[in-house]
């Protein structure tokens, strides 16, 4: 019998085990992962390249290492040897990157998969949707001409600077502009270094970057238009940067990377516990998104034909954990009760003293946190959206592994937080996988055939194509329809005696197939389990009890609006996710997905200085609600897990619902 | 014939050659510096130890290295062995320290006498005089008890402790006090790093150390009384630190140094050229001095009973070059006309940024600088004296190298400084030196007689003890007694045909003798030399012309009071020095002595931080104005070097002038 390895796949951590001697490339594609191609593995087009990890991966219990493959052939040296300039400027050697249609496994390999040579491009990416954001930035650039020293009057670089600067920043500004004088401007120390140099070169004439109409932080020779920021939102699986013109607000260049953390735990809580049982865990944590980051940093600013050091300001978002360990902040007390993080306010610090690569002087700016489990990316998304500028009241709901919720208007607003596993973003759902091509995104269920229909991802038609797994969007349509079928009752349990033969008994339980082996590229079928189902019940009931606690806090019965962020909310269907109980009756018009509102904050706060004093005053003033305190929680709980709900109308998809059944054993429904 | 190697000892710059064999001891004596020992040279008491630094040192063209000693004896090894802690905390290592009674010559040696080494303790040191300064320091401490977070408020602990520290400062400083509200105070981002630590390790009982009422730099467990602060004076020759305590503002410890720079270069001008030359020059020359400053620190610390962590702030004056070397700035451009600082304003900068290891998160804040040759030492005069808050019109004169003069009251002040050379202060005058034993320091001639008298440093009595050399003050008294006897006339002329047999011709000129070689322990006769009259001409018309252009810029005929800054001003007869004309004509008693203006400025400075903002705001209106750019210079320049002046009465000493002599030909004087 052939010898098996275990093989790794970054970021869509697909894992598996395959056979000793199969290429990467092959192997990938087995475990559901497309690598490109367009060389027939003639070792030519250099696409299918892939990045040998190499350590020990406690998660995956594996040692990764490059000797696990076999050596770089011939064919393979050739065409590396064709590209030094490639190699340089990503900073890879071979023997660490390798063609994975020529490398074949030997032992067990992590491999990271980089963007370019994905097949199947993801169609969930954290893309800033194009905004009008007023441009205000932090950064502003001043052109000053002054009249060299001589004998006569000998004053200082600086103070010569300052005093045109003066004069500049009064004649672009205008006198309403509450501007400082001379002699209250400062420069950044590492900045001040190097002015008389530049001044003399510049012969007296330069631009200067002042940030926050306070700190010069650069000095350019002659005359510069442009400067540049970034706007990061890490977060736990995908870091997002996005480059922009400080001055134009136009967005050059999106670059995204897989959250290199992962190696030492898939979410918050897992590296919260890396940080505390490893005495060099915060560190590792810490150095490794610092390290994404610059090399983030880096391809956005050879992108867009920049150097690094023109980048003058970061602002970044991510949740409180991805928030701490950018900081370098022990995590450790945002995973113990009672959940405190170390700080809540926004943060400014020089890019050195963190160790990113944008222009030492330039400042990195984090937005504030506002609980443990509420981060600096519900601060973005607040940002995004401004439910504090609102006469409605309105609902926000970002729904990941974990769920953050804001609710209220311009009077008062009110938070809390609820993990809602990973079965929402199609994981621990049997055939739940990502939005890649051959996923079902949809699924639609005749009540009277109980026959499915289905559209999968990258095709125009429904029903056709070959189906690989079932997608987020689609495991919420499937559970809807199975209720609304009269399949499933409202409790969620498989209903006996239908005469379908889509409805059977399998392996762990009553499953209703989807799709038959012969419409899939899997060879299997793919159903929806009890398991599929109960898994989503209880993630709807921890969402919507989040939901109903606010609303209840704020003394309203619904929200007048319902605002989904993420990924997860452009793509579901809004009124099946009411009519499993996913999100509370409302209107449905009223029910919007607004995308990566974290990322689009982020952008927002980057190019809007205004708005990040304007989020840090709501944060302060934001309700936090922990739920496990409630003493109604558990109680509500248990009456969410219903279809939509055990004891709350629905009025909004009423006719949806199929007769409704009392139950006065559902308390006990998960014994 | 014996082989000679060439001896240098620091910090006095003695150098010399000496024979082969002969012990380090030994050597220093005959170069006139005294080594401390109290066993008979028996590498016992270990009072002898000195410092051999390795390296080429280009100044001196010598390569000195330990090997160009005899090894280390048994007896030298016993005495260390009996002494590691001594070795550890100084941080030498045997080899490099030496018992200077054992170790013997074989090579070029440049040896550093530790000031616990020195036979002849110097007199003009920079202690700190003792005065009342207002204490009112930039750091203030303030106890703040928390609540411990819980489930129902499990706000963050910066903001826990922002709302804590807000009473706190309000309970101890009172609602008058500009205090900012808890989201505006800020914490530095180091201590932010250890915060959640410390604050569950104290169990929210903490002492929170806050810099200008405004940014948390520090957060101790429990109840906290002292702050710790010091100030340095970083002199081109000496680095002198005072380590305070920021509450009673009583001073802890004084430690002092020679400057590291000297093997660079003596002077400003040299370390400048130094670092124009040499691409590392600027490094270096940081690097030496902050090497220096964390020793100095250590030193004084130890000797507090503190540790370096607890000092929280440091202030820094020095002149101008100091100033950019401290701070790493290229000093370039203040040794090339038009002599331009990088800087006048002060300076803030995080501890860590220098390498300054007081606690990383303690600022460092340097004085501002007024111009190229008026640097921080003089911010720190004015702070001292504060001629800014006078009527009357104070002219403060800091004599060294170079001389810098501030003249005014509260409406104007004026500056500038003129070269002096180093005549004043006992350097190259043939039988200069310091102020240390064996020195004359005193002198008076009998006009009728011609015979002299003279004093010695440590002696009661005049006329007894050995004499070594003349030092400043005495140099001062010859050169006046001279003039006033009526041996050397107005223009500094020996006259001829006087009958006495101390005024004589000698190998470079005329001479008069003060001490015949049976007076002294060199066994040599000590004169003063036609030469040693024209170097203090040069160097008194340069202050005086200095001194006059700024009474003439301010239209005032002479100041209402003349302030001598420095260890120079201390010793000197003041009636003498107006005889030759160093100072301007003034009523005696309104010529005072302050001594180190500089290092009192500095301390003060630390104390008060309402002191930084006045001299911030100060320095900025003083007018400046640059000698050579002053048409009249030269002109003025010749006619000062007559004794007292060619054109001006001097009617506070005019009974002292001999038979003036108008002399049309003065101008011609040093041809």
């Known amino acids: 019998m052939t010898k098996k390895h275990n093989i790794i796949l970054q970021p869509s951590g697909s894992r598996g085990q395959v056979e000793e001697g199969i290429s990467i490339r092959s192997a990938a594609r087995d475990l559901g992962v497309e690598i490109e191609s367009i060389c027939a593995e003639n070792a030519t087009c250099g696409k299918c390249m892939v990045l040998i990890e190499e350590g020990r991966f406690e998660k995956y219990n594996i040692e990764s290492k490059r000797e696990n493959l076999s050596p770089v052939s011939t064919e393979e040296a050739a065409y590396f040897a064709r590209r030094p300039k490639l190699l340089k400027d990503k900073g890879w050697e071979v023997g660490q990157v390798r063609l994975s249609c020529q490398c074949k496994v030997r032992g067990d390999v992590l491999v990271n998969v980089p963007e370019e040579s994905r097949g199947n491009k993801q169609i969930i990416r954290k893309t800033a949707r194009e905004r009008a954001i007023e441009i205000k930035p932090s950064v502003r650039k001043y052109y000053v001409s002054m009249t060299p020293p001589n004998l006569e009057r000998p004053i200082a670089d600086w103070e010569r600077l300052a005093k045109g600067l003066e004069t500049s920043m009064g004649l672009v500004r205008g006198t309403d502009a509450k501007l400082p004088r001379w002699h209250e401007l400062t420069i950044d120390y590492q900045c001040l270094r190097t002015l008389s140099k530049t001044l003399r070169e510049a012969k007296w004439q330069v631009t200067v970057s002042v940030w926050q109409d306070q700190e010069v932080i650069e000095v350019q020779a002659g005359y510069v238009e442009d400067s540049y920021g970034a706007a990061v939102d890490i977060g736990s699986t995908t870091v997002a940067l996005y480059l922009c013109n400080l001055r134009t607000g136009e967005m050059l260049a999106a670059e995204s990377e897989m959250n290199p953390q992962i190696v030492y735990g898939e979410d918050v809580m897992s590296r919260i516990q ?398």
């Open 274 to 671: 890396y940080a505390i049982e490893h005495e060099d865990g915060l560190e590792k944590l810490h150095k490794a998104i610092v390290a994404t980051l610059n090399k983030l940093l880096k391809q956005a600013a050879k992108s867009a034909h920049i150097k690094t050091e023109e980048v003058l300001e970061m602002v970044l978002v991510g949740n409180s954990t991805m928030h701490h360990i950018l900081l370098n902040l022990h995590p450790k007390d945002l995973g113990l009760a009672p959940f405190v993080p170390a700080i809540h306010k926004s943060v400014d610090i020089k890019a050195r003293e963190l160790g990113l690569h944008i222009n030492p002087s330039g400042n990195i700016h984090v937005l504030p946190t506002i609980a443990s489990f509420v981060g600096a990316d519900t601060s973005a998304m607040i940002v995004a959206e401004e439910p504090h500028n609102q006469d409605e009241n309105w609902l926000l709901i970002d729904v990941g592994t974990n769920a953050e919720l804001i609710l209220g208007n311009r009077k008062r607003l009110v938070c809390t937080s609820t993990p809602t596993g990973p079965a929402l973003e199609g994981a621990h759902v049997e055939y739940g996988m990502r939005a890649a091509p051959g996923a079902i995104e949809r699924v639609h269920i005749d009540e009277k055939t109980l026959e499915p229909r289905y559209k999968i991802v990258g095709e125009d038609e429904w029903n056709t194509g070959k189906a690989k797994g079932i997608c987020g969007s689609a495991i919420i349509d499937s559970v809807a329809e199975l209720f609304r079928a009269g399949i499933v009752d409202s409790r969620g349990r498989f209903k006996q005696g239908l005469s379908s033969k889509r409805i059977r008994k399998g392996e762990s339980g009553w499953e209703y197939v989807i799709a038959w082996a012969e419409e899939t590229s899997i060879g299997r079928d793919i159903p929806m389990t009890q398991q599929d189902v109960r898994q989503i019940q209880l993630a709807k009931a921890a969402l919507f009890t989040a939901a109903r606690t606010l609303l209840k806090r704020s003394g309203l019965e619904s929200p007048d609006k319902i605002i989904l962020a993420g990924g997860f909310g452009s793509y579901i269907d809004k009124e099946k996710a009411m009519l499993i109980g996913l999100i509370p009756d409302c209107e449905l018009d009223k029910v919007y997905a607004v995308g990566n509102a974290a990322g689009d904050g982020a952008r927002i706060a980057l190019l809007n200085i205004e708005k990040r004093n304007e989020i840090d005053s709501v944060t302060r003033r934001i309700e936090r609600f922990e739920l496990p305190t409630d003493p109604e929680f558990q109680n509500q709980f248990m009456l969410a897990t219903s279809f939509p709900h055990m004891s709350e109308p629905f009025p909004h998809i009423a006719h949806l619902i199929p007769n409704r059944v009392a139950d006065p054993m559902a308390k006990n429904f998960m014994k």
